[in-house]
């Protein structure tokens, strides 16, 4: 080119993004992977707890179905643990205010029958020790 002539530069954005295919969702982590993998994805694995989906099945991803990213791009499948679970305790003989508070504390819901400030729990539904999803009503007797 003659000295002092315009030159146009054309620089790449690099290759089209490609959209994160929804039918991982539902598969296993391993079902899902080889998707991924075959349409040019790195693979993550994030485990989380969840109330609608089984476990071992996917959730979601991030990022999620549909949605555009770089071959070669890591996708992080959120893999399901199942409904979180935890142990109800012993709330025998405690203040229907300390029970609640115990109760809230580790996300279940309290259920009072014949509620009195300070009463004193007699009996509980479901027994100490059961393992309960999170979110669940315990029922205090007082």
Do not use: C, H, W
């Not at 003659?2 to 490609?18: F, K, M, T």
């Not at 969702?25 to 694995?45: M, N, P, S, W």
């Not at 770089?70 to 893999?79: H, I, K, P």
């Amino acid at each position: 080119a003659p000295r002092e002539s315009q030159i146009v530069l054309r620089v790449s954005d690099g290759p089209a993004p490609i959209p994160v295919p929804n039918e991982v969702v539902g598969k296993t982590y391993d079902e899902a992977a080889g998707i991924l993998r075959a349409r040019g994805f790195g693979v993550a694995r994030n485990d989380v707890f969840s109330d609608s989906v089984d476990s071992g099945k996917v959730v979601g991803s991030d990022p999620g179905g549909g949605q555009p990213a770089s071959r070669g791009a890591t996708v992080t499948l959120n893999v399901s643990k199942g409904p979180q679970m935890v142990a109800v305790p012993n709330l025998r003989n405690e203040t229907v205010e300390s029970a609640s508070q115990q109760l809230q504390n580790l996300g279940l819901v309290p259920d009072v029958e014949n509620y009195g400030p300070g009463k004193r729990v007699r009996a509980q539904d479901p027994s100490s020790g059961t393992q309960v999803k999170v979110g669940s009503k315990v029922t205090l007797f007082l």
